[in-house]
């Protein structure tokens, strides 16, 4: 038998009551049961970063937290980033750069983008790459990525 | 109309949905009643399979399918791009770790990894094949039964394939030179670790089956999988939605046949999602031991090249050995040599298979003759940049006899490259500079197919059997129609991935699609362009002969239209649409020593200068320069993307990647922790990309294909670099820390 336990969560502002398995993932619970595809999979033990999402305000790799511990959370994914359709600032300029190429680390890489500049709104090259190094791109847009974020920053302080 | 689109960077079609979360992979389409499938494997390469029990696995609740080899047809189907070598569940034996013996499906992943891990498989762990030296031992076991190949004298041998190319005669011009330089060089194993894990799922789908994979081949994989089933073309529906990445690694059939049986076995759609280990397992680049032999003047004017490499493919040979035969077929380099001789082995291991990779079997011998170039350039005293431009080709020139003769500027590309690190300037202490060229052939035969559909109200579709896996096909192709049918770039839509709805294209490799599917976009747009001539002739009273139309318009004799003003007046009332159809093709040619010809050539000069802290040995690149020769980019913001992704994927096998295996021949770094790839924070402190750009490859407006120049010649660059700069001499890749520190601990004394 599969133990499960009741959580509430409030995702990309939304609330969720639900009933998960107690030893599925946060990222388990995002894709299987809310059917939000965007958070990847990938490593599934925290290197690749594909699967980053933002609780509480904090950028996790959501494979490697219980969805149990997320009870009560305010969780934001890429899906939250555009509520009513309209890019955001900085998907717009993941967009006007090329940084999407494959785009299969993209939602991870925007989240952790995201988060960064919510922290640090004028970030320097060397603190967006610390600052993304979590999230690996093998189609290797690192630099594209970088401008985006740059941009982004530039383009909120005119 | 000017040429506005072409040599523009237009959004990325495509671009929204994977910017947003909304883009979906194979892994995010979601199934009725799909079953979830779980591999099941065992903890060593080779061993004997004695028995199978299922019954506990069977027992958990949800399970509705363990199946083993004992469940397939028997003799148990086997397929592969090349040979059909490799079975759909392990026969007998396993051949590498990680080779699946059975499979779960069940309704959850709960159970079908619970009920996985309840398959008991007795077995026998048996001696195996893990190295060239192993496996070319007189006495060596035999990694693949020879009945799999009957009337091969090489079936009783680890050698699959031995491939013997070259010209003129190798032993007459040894005797004549003024100088002989050799080395040996060893390329690791190392894997395509795209980010997105490949996935498949199959479903029974009427009298048919339709099956979804992420694959740079659906026709291909169409074409297995009916052989398989014994069904007709027409019957087997290939999903192939965009790969997230794929790098060569999922250009062939992996495990779509075994979820597709498991789907007709138990009536229900299967779907498997591979683990990041498990695709390590998977697909792998070829290993290689490379040595040559290559004569010179004193002037530095190349006499003769004795090149001969042991390419360690895997268990199966997936289209390995086909990687094996093109790489080093050019492994004598892009140089003017009067007498070449190469040998290659493809040789079996009990090791994963490996396969198509960025490069194709390229990088390897280039890691070999650009570094030997490089020791030849310091025996000779030459420069290393003026040795290269010594013996380049020029433009026109045959260098490889029978083949495509030198298709490009290369002294051009050269040159741009070494004057980017400021070559020949004085450096700093501590610091060197090194250079090489990459050489690749592109696609040697080739057939795609598209349909363009010109819309009442001037929109497009474009139909476009290319896998859009992040080289931006998709855009590429929305510009030339965009461009030729007078449309707004977002007005284009272009529909892949669906065998049932879009037409043939041979396979997405070899960074063909620009070229050969762009080519056959572009004539179905001329094929809608000669139906508007013959409207616009109708509507106007004028005889086609006197019309022209290019480019987005319509050209009369006394004025000039945009083409929707004779599109809709020709349609009339009742609207409906031109379709026009384009085919391009590359035909074989049987007396090549390839089966054909380069399409062209990708040609690369990569140029660094790097620092080496001596206490640690490890490497900072301070500046890497690559410039590639594209012909023309159609796109260049997707050009230069390309360039430096496989610049900085270069930069992998060269500084950090590679397996490390047990003496079972388990892949001990086995996953994201133990093998790196490089970060945001692993690259170069300059990266300077360009392009050389002449309009003279044989694409749309002057195009050639060039997503992979730029990794083939990273790593003797790099090691160049080191060695100019420490003197550490290094021939085995990957340049780690370690390695680098013991090579200057043993480094001769300047």
Known sequence: ?158 | MSTSRIGASPTRVGGHGRVTGLQQYVADIRLQDVLQVKLVTLDCARARIISIDTSAAEQVPGVHLVMTAADLPQPVPRFGPQFVDRPVLAVGETKYHGEPVAAVAADTKDAAEEAARLVRVEHEELPAIFSVAAALDPDAVLVQDPAIRPNDPLARTNVLREHRFGWGDVEAAAASADLVVEGSYVFPMVTHFAIEPHGFMAAPDGDGIAVWSSIQHPNWLQKILAKLLDLPLAKVRVFAPDPGGGFGGKQHTKFEPLVAFMALETGRPCRLILTLEETFQAVRRVSTEVHVRTGFRTDGTLVFRDVEANYLIGAYADIADRTVSKGSYASCGPYRIPAARILARSILSHTPPSTAFRGFGNPQPIWAVESNMDDAARALGIDPLELRLRNLPRKGEAFIPYDTPADGDWEQTVRRAAELIGWGTPLPPGRGRGLAVGMKSGPTTGLSYSTVRLLADGSVVVYAGTSDMGQGARTVFAQIAAEELGAPHDWVTVVMGDTAVVPYDQQTSASRSTVLMGNAVLRACRDVQAQLRAMAARLHGVDESEIVVERGVVRLPDRVLPIIDVLKPGLGRLGGELIGNGEMRKDAEPDHPLGGSAAFFEFNCTAIEAEVDEATGDVTLLRHATVSDVGRAINPLQVRAQDEGAAIQGLGHTLMEHYIFDESGRIRNLGAIDYRIPTSMDLPLELLSETVENDDGPGPYGSKGMSEGALLCVAPAVAAAVRDATGAVIRDLPLTPERVWRALQERPTR
């Open chain 1, 1 to 158: 038998m599969i133990e499960t336990c009741p959580i509430e969560l409030t995702v990309n502002g939304r609330r969720r009551a639900l009933e998960v398995a107690v030893h599925h993932t946060l990222l388990d619970v995002l894709r299987d049961d809310l059917q939000l595809t965007g958070t990847k999979e990938c490593c599934l033990v925290g290197e690749c970063g594909a699967c980053t999402v933002i609780v509480d305000g904090r950028t996790v790799d959501s494979c490697l937290m219980l969805a149990v511990e997320a009870d009560g959370a305010e969780i934001t994914t890429v899906e939250g980033l555009a509520p009513e359709g309209r890019l955001s600032p900085l998907q717009q300029a993941f967009l006007d750069r090329g940084a999407a190429q494959c785009g299969f680390c993209i939602p991870g890489q925007l989240m952790s983008a995201h988060a960064l500049l919510a922290s640090n709104p004028h970030p320097t090259v060397a603190e967006v790459q610390e600052g993304l190094a979590g999230n690996l791109c093998r189609c290797a847009g690192y630099r594209q990525i970088s401008a985006a974020v740059l941009a982004t920053a530039e383009g909120a302080e005119r």
